[in-house]
């Protein structure tokens, strides 16, 4: 059985006993994945940390552009994340096919827990713009439903002095998208 495989049938005990024998542990299937992303995509921690300890690169993409990190972050694997942050070094020049980092579909898909622990981490960029323009913030406006979710990560990213003045690619700001979906709360939060 190969270590993919092993990950495949979330067989924690086999994928111990290939990583053991130092079987290669970024190997990547037919799709780019290597084995550290089908145990993020399945959310299985025990197996995730078992090949983060062994070594699996967290920025490795497949041939989508997903990373087990980008994928962490984006998709709400708050322990993953929590323990990828800890243990290995993301590189935040690696991006997802839309030019984003892993902090901006966290906040857009409502992940209040990954968005504070990336902003806690410091490492990605607040700031950083897609290949749309959309920061962070503006994502998590322009895209959402303005809910009490939204708002709380709303007010997570400008505590941690997120830039209101950034534009996307249709010359917006996030003010701009609070005022035209009439999300109120939040455009009161933005003109603080």
């Given at each position: 059985?190969?270590?993919?495989?092993?990950?495949?049938?979330q067989n924690e005990?086999?994928?111990?006993?290939?990583?053991?024998?130092?079987?290669?542990?970024?190997?990547?299937?037919?799709?780019?994945?290597?084995?550290?992303?089908?145990?993020?995509?399945?959310?299985?921690?025990?197996?995730?940390?078992?090949?983060?300890?062994?070594?699996?690169?967290?920025?490795?993409?497949?041939?989508?552009?997903?990373?087990?990190?980008?994928?962490?972050?984006?998709?709400?694997?708050?322990?993953?994340?929590?323990?990828?942050?800890?243990?290995?070094?993301?590189?935040?020049?690696?991006?997802?096919?839309?030019?984003?980092?892993?902090?901006?579909?966290?906040?857009?898909?409502?992940?209040?827990?990954?968005?504070?622990?990336?902003?806690?981490?410091?490492?990605?960029?607040?700031?950083?713009?897609?290949?749309?323009?959309?920061?962070?913030?503006?994502?998590?406006?322009?895209?959402?439903?303005?809910?009490?979710?939204?708002?709380?990560?709303?007010?997570?990213?400008?505590?941690?002095?997120?830039n209101t003045?950034?534009?996307?690619?249709?010359?917006?700001?996030?003010?701009?998208?609070?005022?035209?979906?009439?999300?109120?709360?939040?455009?009161?939060?933005?003109?603080?």
């Open positions: 059985m190969s270590l993919i495989e092993a990950v495949d049938q005990q086999q994928v111990q006993e290939l990583l053991a024998q130092s079987t290669e542990v970024d190997i990547q299937n037919d799709k780019g994945e290597t084995p550290l992303l089908i145990a993020t995509h399945q959310n299985n921690v025990a197996i995730a940390k078992a090949l983060i300890d062994a070594g699996a690169d967290i920025n490795k993409q497949d041939a989508i552009q997903d990373s087990p990190y980008l994928y962490a972050g984006a998709q709400g694997k708050t322990e993953i994340l929590a323990y990828m942050l800890a243990h290995r070094e993301p590189d935040q020049t690696v991006v997802n096919r839309y030019g984003g980092n892993a902090l901006i579909p966290a906040a857009e898909k409502g992940h209040l827990e990954n968005v504070k622990q990336l902003l806690e981490d410091g490492r990605a960029d607040i700031n950083h713009q897609n290949n749309f323009g959309y920061t962070a913030l503006i994502e998590a406006v322009a895209l959402t439903d303005g809910s009490p979710l939204y708002q709380d990560i709303v007010a997570e990213l400008l505590k941690h002095d997120a003045e950034l534009r996307d690619n249709n010359d917006k700001t996030a003010l701009d998208y609070a005022k035209e979906k009439g999300y109120t709360e939040i455009e009161a939060m933005l003109k603080k």
